[in-house]
Nanobody, 117 residues
Framework: QVQLVESGGGLVQAGGSLRLSCDAS??????VGWFRQAPGKEREFVAA????????HYADSVKGRFTISRDNAKNTVYLQMNSLKPEDTAVYYC????????????WGQGTQVTVST
């Protein structure tokens, strides 16, 4: 069983920064991703990182502004979000997969990020 708990969301003005955390427990993870869902929109991929190694991947909409990182000792994955825009407003979820061929089968409860103008 895998448990994921997000934190760090909140209200920030446009141009500001937030850092989200995803605390993981349970089984050894292969890859952790951040996703987001804005009101009335489908959930979309934001960024992902392998639990071992430095392989990262970003959505085009956040490249150069968001950075995903991990602290294996703390079993935590971070999403540093800079230069935030109102269109970044969404509920942010972390998700995990256990193998390269598996899907993101484990999800956190989400944390709200609101960017004001």
């Amino acid at each position: 069983q895998v448990q994921l708990v997000e934190s760090g969301g909140g209200l920030v003005q446009a141009g500001g920064s937030l850092r989200l955390s995803c605390d993981a427990s349970g089984r050894t993870l292969y890859r952790v991703g951040w996703f987001r869902q804005a009101p009335g929109k489908e959930r979309e991929f934001v960024a992902a990182i392998n639990w071992s190694g430095a392989n990262t991947h970003y959505a085009d909409s956040v490249k150069g502004r968001f950075t995903i990182s991990r602290d294996n000792a703390k079993n935590t994955v971070y999403l540093q979000m800079n230069s935030l825009k109102p269109e970044d407003t969404a509920v942010y979820y972390c998700a995990a997969k256990l193998g390269s061929g598996s899907s993101y089968g484990y999800w956190g409860q989400g944390t709200q990020v609101t960017v004001s103008t």
